[in-house]
């Protein structure tokens, strides 16, 4: 009467969870059958990276990627960055299911950016930066060229 009527899961004998094949991990079997960048050996501390102006890139890259817009996967990965522990390579088999073969490319993008963006005064990566400073003149020089009818 004291086991309350719960089944009880018995493994066979002598066996550890880790041995017994029930119960393996698959991520793992991935991990270790994955080559990934060298780049992604290199820590991010994410709280050095301003991820909210990395956004809109991380959902226009996304979209290239795609075709279209995906809410859900672009979501997908700001949840991702929002966590303290950051691994590439998990990232990296996440996506696969959404992102299919785009997913390596995306994720090492991705997370040179935010080995840029820790580096950073402000923690915004040089690709953005340069980005700006190239539309900021984009802009100065087509007001320069441009007349003035008053």
């Known amino acids: 009467m004291g086991d309350g009527g719960f089944f ?3 493994r066979p004998q002598g066996t550890s969870a ?3 094949a029930r119960f393996s991990n698959k991520q ?3 991990l270790k059958s994955m080559t990934f960048p060298a780049s992604f050996k290199k820590k991010v501390d994410i709280a ?5 102006l990395m956004q809109p890139w991380i959902a226009k890259r996304i979209k290239e990627l795609l075709g279209f817009e995906d809410e ?3 979501e997908f990965v700001y949840g991702m960055l929002a966590e303290k522990d950051l691994d590439p390579r998990r990232i990296q088999i996440d996506l696969t299911g959404f992102l299919e073969d785009k997913a390596p ?3 090492t993008e991705l997370w040179d950016m935010l080995l840029s963006a820790q580096e950073n005064v402000g923690g915004i990566p040089t690709l953005l930066l340069e980005e700006k ?5 984009e802009k100065k ?3 320069e060229t441009c007349m003035h009818v008053e």
């Open 105 to 107: 490319q995306f994720v």
């Open 48 to 52: 050095k990276v301003n991820v909210e």
């Open 8 to 10: 009880k899961l018995t």
């Open 141 to 143: 020089v087509g007001c």
């Open 72 to 74: 859900v996967v672009t």
């Open 18 to 20: 880790d041995q017994d």
């Open 28 to 30: 793992k079997k991935l």
């Open 133 to 137: 400073k190239r539309e900021i003149m």
